[in-house]
């Protein structure tokens, strides 16, 4: 049996299909309260920079059926990862490619960042590079 690229791209969109339809058969389940907590940890974490007290998200957690204690929360919501926010991951970013190199000659001199000439204790780009 020979598969060409046209096959794969059919494989590839029954298995989506597939997919889509188990996770559409196991939405209406039943949650525990840590996947509760979980799905509702950026409404949680907001409401805690807004100034509210743990007890008062979890009186509002009873009101709508979910009977949890203070510290029960709190785990469950340091469990939960933080979202990866756009500025840390580019500020990260910047820290991985570490420092600019600084170019420097064959000979192994560091070009002066000035092209004015008269300075002789570094050698500036007229004197490094030929016809410059």
Known sequence: MSITTKDI?????DLAKRRQARL???DNRDLSIKEIIQRLAPELRRM??????????VEALKENGLNIKGATLNRYLAEVPPP???YANVHNRRKET???S???SDEGNIFSPSPVRGN???PNYQDVIPGF
């Open 24 to 26: 559409m058969a196991t």
């Open 84 to 86: 990866k926010d756009n």
């Open 120 to 122: 002789s204790d570094t």
């Open 9 to 13: 791209k059919t494989i590839k969109a």
């Open 102 to 104: 600084i170019p420097q």
């Open 98 to 100: 570490g420092p600019q």
């Open 48 to 57: 805690k920079k807004r100034g509210f007290a743990t007890a008062e998200m």
